[in-house]
């Protein structure tokens, strides 16, 4: 039962293992613990969820309740919420006592409520209530992040003395986070920090505080995970300490949680830029009425916005009976604004997410994309006029004109006018959304592109009465 | 010189430092170092990143070496390398013997190569060889990112004496790797890993194999950084083991890097989807030319592109000169299918990203895709029949039509054809892309728009053919 190979692209080793432990489990159950103990507990999560559903409390129950409980850290929601509706209240419980606090509120949070008391109800009280606390806090804060067994010592202790904490701490059993070592004034507020690294690095006699960095990164408990992932990539951190106004330490946030918060803030802002609602679940696994929820909304919205389009051209029909070639080149016109406020709105929530760009900056933002998409809107501008000019001149124009010079400046400068007010709209609508206190991510492609067909329709027309006035028009 | 507050959301430390840094470098610039003593090196960064450039060098040069390298580390690469240009190559070599090996190679990566092989030339001749090394990797790949400083022990060696040797490369000064401990075999392979909590916990007389975790995930070092990324997401891990071909240890990719790697991916990505080529730059840093370079040329191709949607106009001039009303709605049908593609095209691209769905799957896809875009594209059918049949119904329409019944109808019937085509072309183009050995993430939003563009507009013509000849055509 040793795979050949532990690389995340190859054959993924679950496949490989499921129907091994699935004849087992009926043969010889007491030696699965021993077949599997190599393995690390994000395989074994992934051979749980190939198992028929009502072989997984068999499986779990193979293993010693800490391994376990490991596994569960690592397994999807729907799955976990499955296997712990139907466990006995009570070994759930033992369970979910074995993982870290932030996993045990984690866990919880994803039952109904009722099945959640039930296993409150059987946990050890101390847990309970500090997972209770954890409930507390939305999921996508720094509260509901953190894990609240780390390891802080008195400042005035002797780096031995602090060692032995930590060692202590290491074969207690428990799940401290322990990379970091912060250190507590008399007053229990947090006066400082130091890496592992550093203590075991440190004079054994000194005191604990003279080796600490005493200017500590922190986030209040109610920060977004961004401010979170933040902190850690800003300063490389492994552990962001999350500590009340009062100064004291509530708790930390773990690096693997950091990583999982970037993970799905971007998978929001990827999302909500192509157009709809974030999934908040695989492609995968969303229910078909889930999916149409969270697209049939924007679209519609998009869609009603479009009936602009209708209203705008309706209004110049006159105008285009009379010089149908206008009609021609409508959507090329459109989407040439459309393209450019979907590049800037993209740069702008990126950077945005980034902290490279902060609201103050939109002045800046605003002149630079001025420039950009008017020198964008000349090459594209140059491109539309040859198309047309070179067309009529050869006489391939599925639509002869009169005036064919008139028409591809007519062409040339909508173009140019289009993609500068496409730039423009793409790049400070985040701006506004952020202002108006919405996610400035919503600024999304399509949301952009509608806006400028709208408004790009209305510059097609004001340029052609303009350039065409009393000769075609 | 004490900032009242580190939270990341606040004004910059750096911004109220730096006018006493400048003021302390004219004064007395002996003092600076336990001036700023307690301050994270991210922080001194962005100090040193707001001085004038010909004080920057100064600035630094009044840190210890190790702190000034410390520094480095945390600035900006523009900064970074106006300043290595500058100073005399053996200050530079100091300077960079300070860093972490994978830090080295990219400082040395960022500068001119003759300028990169005076600072090798003043090296030490270890250290100059082992980072020449790394510089043959490619920096966004596993072998570009590891740091070659990490802990390896015999497996054979008692816990004792394995923590003995994590003490001794703490307070050599060295800068490695050491939260994890990786142990190795008589033909120096790597065997196991147990994190350094693992380490302290185990009990000191056994042999360190022994409370080692024997299958150990690990990458190639021409894995690509997205690898890497996904095996420390995957696994939890705090270093990601890169492992030769033949079983060897060449080094490991540190949990800061990893993030730093998943940001990366991340813009390349958005910027891809929003329709232009990755800037490799920050926003606000990259320069006029070279932002118009990369937006230019996807605005082009997609130009060149839309010139289409005028060839299909010009084709079906005729039917539309007969039923004028048609052209009214050419705007709202053909961005409804770019909407929809967009949404698709995001979803899958960001599914791709996170390993959710892989190129196999692309068949399920097309199935689950064709379901949504046929249940939305019904509903926003029924939302445009409705549109166009209301407004004729009440003599609100700008262009009266004789059968606006019929009129609705191939409306309705267009928006459906046009969104359902949109979620097969935005699923699918993704996985065309890779299949093509591109980048799945240039199927971006406006791509996918203009694809639909064109083959919108025919459908929509062939609908109202069907419905209309005999009566309005």
């Not at 690390?40 to 997984?56: F, I, N, S, Y």
């Not at 206190?437 to 052609?464: E, K, N, Q």
């Amino acid at each position: 039962m040793t795979p050949s190979s532990r690389s995340p692209d190859e054959l993924p080793v679950a496949a490989l293992l499921a129907p091994d432990i699935l004849a087992l489990l009926d043969e010889s159950p007491e030696t699965i613990a021993t077949e599997v103990e190599e393995l690390h507990p994000a395989d074994l999560a992934d051979v749980a969820e190939l198992l028929p559903e009502e072989r997984l409390a068999a499986f779990l129950s193979a293993l010693p309740r800490a391994r376990a409980a490991d596994v569960l850290e690592y397994m999807n929601e729907d799955a976990r919420t499955v296997l712990f509706e139907a466990l006995p209240a009570e070994i759930a419980a033992q369970l979910i006592e074995h993982m870290t606090p932030d996993d045990r509120a984690d866990v919880l949070d994803e039952l109904d409520e009722d099945r959640a008391d039930e296993i409150l109800e059987e946990m050890d009280d101390d847990k309970a209530e500090e997972t209770e606390q954890l409930l507390r806090f939305e999921s996508d804060e720094a509260g509901g992040l953190m894990t609240t067994e780390y390891i802080s010592v008195e400042e005035t202790l002797s780096v031995e003395a602090a060692l032995e904490e930590v060692r202590a701490a290491a074969r207690s059993g428990r799940r401290e986070a322990m990379y970091a070592v912060y250190t507590r004034d008399a007053q229990g507020r947090l006066s400082g920090v130091l890496s592992l690294r550093e203590l075991l690095a440190a004079p054994p006699g000194a005191k604990v505080l003279d080796n600490a960095w005493t200017e500590v990164v922190r986030v209040l408990p109610t920060a977004d995970r961004e401010e979170v992932a933040r902190a850690a990539s800003d300063y490389d951190l492994i552990a962001v300490p999350v500590v009340s106004e009062s100064g004291h330490l509530m708790g930390v946030v773990t690096v693997d949680d950091v990583i999982d918060a970037i993970h799905e803030e971007q998978t929001e802002d990827v999302q909500k830029l192509g157009g709809m609602e974030a999934l908040d679940e695989p492609y995968m696994s969303i229910g078909f009425v889930d999916m149409i929820k969270k697209r049939v909304g924007w679209l519609s919205v998009l869609f009603i916005g479009s009936l602009f389009t209708a209203t705008v051209i309706g209004y110049f029909q006159e105008e285009l009976s009379r010089a149908d070639i206008l009609t021609v080149f409508i959507p090329l016109i459109i989407s040439s604004g459309g393209n450019s406020g979907s590049q800037a709105t993209s740069l702008i929530i990126r950077a945005m997410a980034l902290g490279e760009i902060s609201p103050r900056d939109w002045w800046r933002v605003a002149r630079r994309e001025f420039q950009f998409g008017l020198t964008l809107g000349v090459l594209l501008g140059i491109l539309g006029f040859a198309r047309v000019a070179v067309w009529e001149w050869f006489g391939w124009a599925a639509v002869a004109s009169s005036h064919p010079a008139l028409i591809a400046l007519t062409i040339g400068v909508s173009v140019l006018g289009v993609v500068t007010f496409g730039s423009m709209v793409g790049s400070m609508l985040p701006f506004l959304l952020r202002r108006l206190g919405l996610d400035p991510a919503s600024a999304s492609a399509p949301f952009v592109a509608t806006l400028v067909d709208v408004t790009g329709l209305v510059i097609y027309f004001m340029v052609a009465l303009a350039v065409l006035s009393g000769t075609v028009l």
